[in-house]
């Protein structure tokens, strides 16, 4: 198995995601429906975007880890490369971003906590996109990494 494709693919499909959700499903669903309805569908699509990124951020630790273990022992690179602290800062914006904020952002809400719920909300907003950015980081510089198949050799003439 090609596991520098496999990661690539992976982050490709991670990136879309992220960006179907933040330019299309949650401004549709606000564009269409009213507001307290609208916001329980977008928090739900956050829901399962988190569970979908937690599943995708192991896997990429998990490749990311056995390719740097072999560039590792080729001497061609360390155990840490840039793209695991891509994959890990994505991992720890969903963490503290849906299963830190969430929590206090459903008590700010009912009028409890220190924060608002604006601020609460701009905060969530903010790690998301950072998430988004570092995850289309890690998607280009996987797919640059991804080695292209050599020019097939014409045949030779004698």
């Known amino acids: 198995m090609n596991w520098a494709r496999t990661a690539a693919l992976l982050a490709g499909v991670w990136a879309g ?13 606000f564009a269409t429906l009213d ?5 329980r569908v977008v928090a739900r699509l956050f829901a399962q975007e ?16 056995r390719l740097a273990r072999r ?3 080729e001497g061609q690179g360390s155990l840490v490369s840039a793209e695991l602290l891509l994959v ?14 969430q929590p206090m952002i459903a ?12 601020a609460l909300h701009a905060a969530s907003v903010g790690l998301f996109g950072l998430k988004a950015l570092l995850v289309l980081a890690l998607a280009w510089r996987l797919t640059g990494r991804t ?10 003439s004698s």
């Open 50 to 65: 988190a569970m979908l990124s937690l599943a995708l951020a192991v896997v990429l630790i998990l490749i990311e880890r």
């Open 17 to 29: 995601v992220l960006v179907a959700i933040a330019a299309f499903a949650a401004p549709a669903a």
């Open 71 to 73: 560039a590792a022992a």
């Open 35 to 39: 507001a307290p309805l609208a916001g």
């Open 107 to 118: 008590a700010a809400r009912a009028g409890q906590g220190a924060w608002s719920f604006a």
């Open 147 to 156: 080695p292209a198949r050599p020019p097939a050799t014409p045949p030779r």
């Open 88 to 101: 890990l800062g994505a991992l720890f914006c969903t963490v503290f971003g849906h299963y830190g904020l």
